[in-house]
Structures are given as C-alpha cells and as structure tokens.
C-alpha cells in the first residue's frame, strides 16, 4: 500500500503543508518512524519527539506545526486523522472472494455478492448475509440469523439462530453471540432451566471483542445499539440492553435485564447487578461494582484507593469495625441527647 502525501491530505480532508508528491508507505509512531512513515502527535507528552522524527510527515494541529519544519498533515483532531491513516494502510490479509469449497451452506441461505466465506464455515437454514461481508474459518452461523452489509466475522466466531447483526459488525475471534441466558427455576433442590425464547439484536458498526459473549433473551431480545464497542472477555447477560455509543472494555460484565444509556463507559473489570437503568454518559472506574440504578450522568466508582498492602491490611480491620464503631456513636449520641434533656428539666 503506498499513497502520496496529496492522496492522504484529500482522503482525511487535511491541510497539506509540503511535498505534494512525497509517497507514504506505512504509519509509525515518532520514534520509530522512518522516510516512508507518515506519523502524528495528539499527546503533549511526546512533543520532544518532534524535532527528532525521521517520519516523512506528521499529523498535527495547526497551532503546533508552526514550530514543525518537516511536511505535515494539519487536523484540528490529530488522533481521529490517524485513525482513519491506519484503516487505509490496514494489512489484514483477506479471505478470496466466493464460498470456499469446505464451506457447508444451507440451501435455504441467502448470500448477497461480495461475501467472502473462508473454509470450514456452517451457514444455517434461512440465513441472509449483506453484501460485502467477510466470514473467517470455522464460524457457525446459526439458523434465522441475518447479517447487514459489509460485516467482519473472523476465524471462529459462533451465532446461535436468531441473531441479527446490522451494518458493518466486527466480530473477533471465539466471541459466542445468542448462547442461552443464565435462567433457570429452583424447585426442591434441583435447578429446572428456562428456556430462553429471545434473540440478539444488534446494530450497525459495532465491533465485539475475542472471546466476548452476548446471552440471548429470555422471551424478549438482547440489544446493542449502534456504534457500541466491546473489548475481550466480556459477559452481557440476556435482555440487556446497550444505547448507542455505549464502550466496554476488558472483563467487565452486565447482569441480566439491565440497560445502559447512550456514550457510557465501563472501564476494566468493572461490574453492573441486574435489572438496573444506568442512564446516558454514565463512566464507571476500574473494578467497580454498580449495585443501584443512576440517575445522574458522571464518574461512579466503588472500593477502596490504592495503598501499600500494609495499609491495606489496617484498613481493611478497620472496615470490619465500621458497624461496631457505628453503634457505639449512635449510643453516644442518645446519652448526649439524654444529658441534655436532664439538663434542660432542671433548669
């Protein structure tokens, strides 16, 4: 892949400050770029690299390529311009278009032209898939499951029926989209399972993280709006529901028949209980726990702050004294009130 300088500046909408014709081959940080790379700087922090880059040009915002000698590409957002640099220069190697010969396809199947189907695929009764999508090796594609346009399944990737997928979905690897919700019925000491009756809906340009996994509902469906992003290892449990904009990253899980607003943003590990409504523009810290609906868009965060473990030891005795200390205040505070009843009486 090899654009010049002016392909790149008319393809992101840049201003172009220097060698029109400068050929770029790849993208590179600062430090590690060479002639060919083109580079950016969106973090202050790495300011001092500027003037020793080898890059054969820089993203950079207006105010600070002033002070840059080299050729440059101007954005008001540095960052935004290279991510869009990185998916014209993405190597990701691609499936031969057409249904590989190893590839088993219901005859009931519909698939639009463009697809790429790679080996050892299983497309399901009543599937329709959009055109230009892309489905990797050994991904099972379920019954009833539709699939928009232009969607990315890597190796893999297993829907179970009934899943809809819009335009434009990313699925990494080993993700498990529309497996049974964790419902089930105690009677006598035994646990009878609950049939779970609802699908997976899911909207355009979304992407879902290796290993992530997105329960069915039990009679309606679960749901992810548009533009919602999942990191790996993730658990979204049946009938949740996810706004628009909505980002998760590593670990972090949803209990059953919670919805989450528009743009929140769960952080590492962090945990939300069932049946709750987060509202829009909700941020929870690392290895949070949610337990209560918020009403309130902002920060929420649960637990301690970090400390040397032996602090924490100290700590954590005195947390296991809390209600003892609680108690003692409120007796406290009944013989205050006492005394001063007695007090008043007398005089």
Known sequence: MQMTLAELAAALGAELRGDADLVITGVATLKGAGAGDISFLANPSYQSQLSSTAAGAVILRADVA????????IASDPYLCFARVTRLFDNRPKITEGVHPSAVVADSAE?????????????GEQVSIGPGTEIGAGTVIGDFCVLGEGCHLNANVTLYHDVTL????????????GADGFGFAPHQGRWEKIAQLGGVRIGND???????????GALEDTRIGDNVILDNLIQIAHNVE?????????????????????????????????????CDGVYVAPKSVISKSIREPGGYATGTAQMPIKEWRKSATRFRQLDSL???????EKNCQATDTQKDEKG
């Not at 609680?326 to 406290?332: E, H, I, Q």
């Open 206 to 216: 979304v992407e879902i993280g290796a290993n992530t996994c997105i329960d069915r």
């Open 166 to 177: 819009g335009d434009r979905v990313r699925i990494h690897s080993g993700a498990v989209i």
């Open 66 to 73: 002033e002070s840059y000698a080299g050729a440059a590409l």
């Open 242 to 278: 996810l706004g628009e904009g909505t980002a998760a990253a590593a670990q972090s899980g949803i209990a059953g028949s919670t919805r989450l607003g528009k743009h929140c943003t769960l952080a590492g590990n962090a945990g939300i209980a069932g049946h709750l409504d987060i």
């Open 326 to 332: 609680a108690r003692r205040v409120s007796d406290l």
């Open 111 to 123: 698939i639009a032209p463009g697809c790429r189907i790679g080996p050892r695929v299983v497309i």
